[in-house]
């Protein structure tokens, strides 16, 4: 029987480390993406916008890292400040936050944010079929996020103000969510004085809410009317 040479290294060892050294490779790719987005960190209206007007970044691989960079579109897009954009940087950077949301979606097709940008765009792009179809996807893959139910609630009365029944989109249940929330009370507030078509939705989403979130709407609701 033929003996290995003193030295030489058998296709075991070398087939592990040929796999350590890709492991590592992996490693050091996987790394780059995130820090990138780590020393960026979550852009403000204004650095985001332009950041989106052409953006030069590595996409984040982690979901925590993805939810950073979509945040920062929406801060652009949502922000007061972006009223005084040009109408044509306003849809570039919505189809921009788009096709990065469609890349992710692509290996990460759960992530609420994404669906909720290319429901944002589509609006913007006056497609309600697609805008509204978006937006229930982002519900039901985040059917709990507060911080997602305030801006799909006002993507919603940006589509149809006042509209209680809206197809595929459970306008209910985020209303529900709103009033439970610090956030999203004076929304719901507004939106019960503002749209009397909306109020029986409004008190049926306070149901299955817990006594101090109703006394807390109540409360919020008074006060409101009294300073009207």
Known sequence: ???????????????????????????FFIFLKELDQYSRGILNDQDG???????????????????????????????????FQSQADILTVARNCAAESEKILAFNPNLSEAHYLRAYTAFLEDDF????????????????DQWLAVRRVGLAQ?????????ELY????????LIASNR???????????HPQLRDMIVASTENLSDRDRVRFLSGLKSAVARR
């Open 184 to 194: 999203g009370l004076d929304t719901a507030t507004r939106l019960y004085i503002r």
């Open 49 to 83: 916008f332009q950041h989106w007007v052409d953006p030069q970044h590595e996409t984040p691989l982690s979901s925590n890292g993805q939810i950073d960079l979509l945040t920062g579109c929406m801060f652009a897009l949502e922000s007061w400040k972006t009223r």
């Open 170 to 177: 459970n306008l209910q249940n985020d209303l529900g969510l």
């Open 129 to 144: 079929d697609a805008a509204v179809e978006y937006m229930a996807r982002s519900q039901e893959t985040a059917p709990t």
């Open 1 to 27: 029987m033929a003996r290995r040479q003193a030295g030489s290294l058998s296709p075991y060892t070398l087939l592990g480390a040929l796999a350590l050294a890709l492991l590592a490779g992996m490693s």
């Open 158 to 166: 940006n589509m149809l103000p006042g509209e209680p029944n809206i």
